[in-house]
């Protein structure tokens, strides 16, 4: 799977600690922190009709990473919002945007890996794009990687943090192996997600997805969670083989930027009836309907409106 680029895209304007810049210009200094070592950490948004999806439980995880990695400051939540809105307002966003949200430990006064060194506060990085979901609804291929997942041990996933060298390395797999993306298992030999999603099954009419253990704590996967419950729709969460996967009636997976699509295949084993199921289709539909309404207001039509004239 290849994202397309969008030309709408060709001239947008993104924002480093409130300054703007237009794509063409360099923003990030060498010095930084996200440059020097890959310290920082992120958050993917989706804006939909001027509202972001779950912003609150985003911004968490977000200041909950930095915490972790003991960044000395992190601003505040009205702080990060401003300037989410400021960006989107000067590329007259609205709708059918995925933003990038990144925050580092700041830039360095010489280069070493040492936070004593990072003595001007953190940099806050908004990169908002055009783009609709990026998965192909028709369904998926997915090949596993000899890549692992690293555990709590290693690295723990309830950090979102910018080092992405494991799982792209998956990808170049599963590209190679002319997969969409990677099946990524844990140390255990269990599944863990994809190299860039969360994953479920569906067997006998439960659903059911592995514990967040070498995976992050997703926020779209709560969410598919919840309307599963809502739903009336039994849900287990759980160690899972790849065999439960390869048997399953139904594999979909979950994320910011994918929203739900649907797994045909996994290792050229054909998932179910090799098409989107009954039960993916239903939390599709479902989650759909809860983001046309959830969200907090970031920006309005008139806001963007007003930036054009």
């Known amino acids: 799977m290849l994202q397309k680029y969008d030309t709408a895209n060709d001239d947008i304007r993104y924002s480093v600690n409130g300054k703007l810049f237009r794509r063409t ?16 950490v992120w958050e993917g948004l989706r804006l939909y009709e001027g509202r972001i999806f779950r912003l609150t439980e985003h911004l968490n995880r977000l200041r909950n990473s930095a915490k972790a990695l003991a960044f000395a400051e992190i601003p505040s939540d009205d702080t990060i919002i401003a300037a989410i809105r400021e960006v989107l307002v000067a590329n007259q966003m609205f709708d059918g945007v995925h933003i990038r949200l990144t925050l580092t430990r700041g ?8 936070p004593r060194l990072n003595r001007s506060g953190p940099t806050l990085i908004v990169l908002p794009e055009f ?16 890549v692992r ?7 723990d996933p309830k950090i979102h943090h910018n080092n992405l060298i494991n799982s792209i390395m998956a990808k170049i797999e599963a590209t190679l192996a002319g997969a969409d993306d990677a099946v990524m298992l844990d140390s ?5 997600e994809t190299n860039a999603t969360h994953l479920f099954l569906v067997s006998g009419g439960i659903l059911r997805t592995p514990r967040a253990i070498a995976c992050p704590e997703g926020i779209t996967r709560e969410a598919v969670l919840q309307i599963a419950d809502s739903l009336g729709l039994p849900a287990i969460v759980e160690d899972l083989s790849l ?9 979909f997976c979950t994320g910011t930027m994918g929203e739900l699509a649907p797994v045909v295949a996994i290792d050229s084993r054909l998932i179910g009836t090799g098409r989107s199921g009954p039960v993916t289709l239903r939390l599709s539909e479902a989650f759909a309907a809860r ?11 008139d806001m963007s409106e007003q930036a054009s004239s």
């Open 25 to 40: 210009e360099p923003g990030i200094s060498p010095f930084d922190s996200v440059v020097q070592g890959g310290d920082a």
């Open 107 to 114: 830039v360095k006064v010489t280069s070493g890996m040492d």
């Open 131 to 146: 783009k609709p979901p990026v998965y192909d609804k028709s369904g998926l291929k997915l090949a596993t990687a000899s």
């Open 149 to 155: 997942r690293p555990g709590p041990d290693v690295m």
């Open 188 to 192: 255990r030999g269990f599944v863990a």
């Open 243 to 251: 065999v439960d996967f390869y048997r399953a009636d139904e594999v």
């Open 291 to 301: 983001v046309a309404v959830e969200g907090t207001v970031v920006v309005t039509r």
